[in-house]
């Protein structure tokens, strides 16, 4: 399994922007699908977006214009670009490292902790 370390996590006001950064602990995050995924209290863990290569992208559809991932290799790091926030958005937020791209948590092994992104209307 590959340690995951989210950071960038914080409150905004609806319309604003915020960035979440994870840190994979090893090269090999160079070659896996990395995705973001959200629960919010009392709800099911929600698919944000997901990457394997720069030209493998998907993202949920409450997200979609919105959100934007990317990954930099050689810093093993995968970003996601949050802007035009709304309250909605509210949860917890967390990186996943999996063998192929996917929209199913079952298909990530590792994750991390989880970074809190609080959104006030």
């Known amino acids: 399994q590959v340690q995951l370390v989210e950071s960038g996590g914080g409150s905004v006001q609806a319309g604003g922007s915020l960035r979440l950064s994870c840190a994979g602990s090893?090269?090999?995050?160079?070659?896996?699908?990395m995705a973001w995924f959200r629960q919010a209290p009392g709800k099911e863990r929600e698919f944000v977006a997901a990457?394997?290569?720069?030209?493998?992208?998907i993202y949920g559809d409450s997200v979609q214009g919105r959100f934007t991932i990317s990954k930099n290799n050689a810093e093993k790091t995968v970003t996601l670009q949050m802007n035009s926030l709304k309250p909605e958005d509210t949860a917890v937020y967390y990186c996943?490292?999996?063998?192929?791209?996917?929209?199913?948590?079952?298909?990530?092994?590792?994750w991390g902790q989880g970074t809190q992104v609080t959104v006030s209307s």
């Open positions: 090893e090269p090999t995050v160079a070659s896996r699908a």
């Open positions: 996943a490292a999996g063998a192929r791209i996917s929209t199913y948590a079952s298909d990530y092994n590792s």
């Open positions: 990457i394997i290569w720069s030209s493998n992208i």
